[in-house]
């Protein structure tokens, strides 16, 4: 049963397709760990409070856990 959990900084919202990125992970893991598509499950969390580098405001991150 994987699990993914996306987190994401919130000035990336606007560029992400949970939908499609998703659909995409859940395919890649039953090809590399024939697991069942029925039993993948994905979230994505929004971070409103980070600070990247020099804190400028077009910093942003990704962290994806599987």
């Given at each position: ?51 990247i580098g020099n804190g400028s ?10």
């Open positions: 049963m994987p699990h993914v959990i996306l987190e994401y900084s919130d000035n990336l919202k606007e560029k992400i397709d949970f939908s499609n990125l998703f659909a995409d992970l859940h395919q890649i893991l039953v090809v590399v760990t024939s697991a069942d598509i029925g039993s993948c499950k994905s979230r994505a969390v929004e971070h409103t409070q980070f600070y405001g077009r910093n942003a991150f990704i962290h994806v856990e599987v």
